[in-house]
């Protein structure tokens, strides 16, 4: 079984197969409710003989809930929400799983000890389910730019991701991927003073402007996509658009590379 987990520091988004769904990337320990009313969506686990809250439960009732707001992935909030996500896709004994790491965090370093965090066999208990997880294979590839894998193409493939607290933007070139013109930006939706859309638009245009062509055609992707079209179009990138889902674009492209590079 393939998953791709966009283990986001707002929403972790995933897909398999033909389902995909999202839940809020909070993460709190669990607390003794005196009085216990369940919800849908509610997810507590027991991992490692601890026991978390998670996504909109954690945010309702959690105690230091946490939302993982560090440089790096490689800590056990994002452990906990890519294991929950693959729970809640179906998994059971082995999969195989595709996630992402900001442009800027794509190092051998960090990839191998995200990696090292993942695959192997994890135990875990969500909603009194017991179930063991073998993750063989956790490839870890970028965010925003894997977006590319969604329709691949030849010519020059702009895409720019702002995300809750970083935008990742990344340049394809003949389907080759250009390191030059491509990186992080340390500003998203979330940590931006003025987080609307024409403030965002100025300061990404404002970053990218020198470097890439304002009649290139630039992919808009992330949660707030929808919003920053219209703004782009006006201060910057005439031809900017849109997926249909941008939200899911970056987990679409993890599995579309996962499905051709470790099989379905
Ligand atoms: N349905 C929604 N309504 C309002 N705001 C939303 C909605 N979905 C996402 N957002 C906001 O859009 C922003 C981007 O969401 P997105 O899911 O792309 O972020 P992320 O991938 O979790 O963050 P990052 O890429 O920085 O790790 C966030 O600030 C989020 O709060
Ligand atoms: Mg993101």
Redesign the pocket.
């Known amino acids: 079984m393939l998953v791709a987990v966009?283990?986001?520091?707002?929403?972790?988004?995933t897909i398999t197969g033909n389902r995909k769904f999202?839940f809020p990337?909070k993460v709190s320990k669990a607390r003794q409710r005196t009085f216990v009313q369940t919800l849908e969506e509610d997810m507590e686990i027991r991992y490692q003989g601890k026991d978390y809250f998670i996504g909109q439960l954690a945010e309702r009732e959690g105690s230091f809930t946490r939302q993982?707001m560090t440089e790096s992935k490689v800590n056990i909030e994002t452990v906990l929400l890519v294991l929950t996500a693959l729970f809640q896709a179906g998994a059971i004994g082995e999969v195989k799983l595709v996630t992402g790491v900001?442009i800027n965090m794509y190092k051998e370093d960090e990839r191998a000890r995200l990696r090292a965090k993942l695959e192997g066999e994890h135990e875990i208990i969500l909603n009194g389910t017991y179930r063991k997880l073998h993750i063989t294979k956790a490839a870890i590839t970028i965010?925003g730019g894997a977006a590319y894998w969604v329709h691949r193409r030849m010519g020059t493939v702009r895409i720019v991701?702002?995300?809750?607290?970083?935008?990742?933007y990344a340049t394809f070139k003949d389907g080759i991927f250009i390191d030059r013109e491509s990186g992080t930006i340390p500003k998203?939706?979330?940590n931006v003073r003025e987080?609307d859309p024409e403030e965002m638009a100025s300061m990404i245009v404002g970053h990218l402007g020198g470097m890439w062509n304002i009649t290139d055609v630039v992919e808009l992707?992330?949660?707030?996509a929808h919003d920053l079209v219209e703004p782009f179009k006006r201060v910057g990138f005439q031809f900017a658009t849109t997926f249909e889902d941008?939200?899911f674009a970056?987990a679409l492209g993890y599995y579309a590379l996962g499905k051709e590079t470790l099989g379905e």
């Open positions: 966009d283990a986001g520091r707002a929403y972790v988004k999202s990337s993982m900001p965010e991701d702002p995300g809750a607290r970083t935008t990742n998203g939706w979330d987080a992707i992330g949660g707030k941008p939200q970056n």
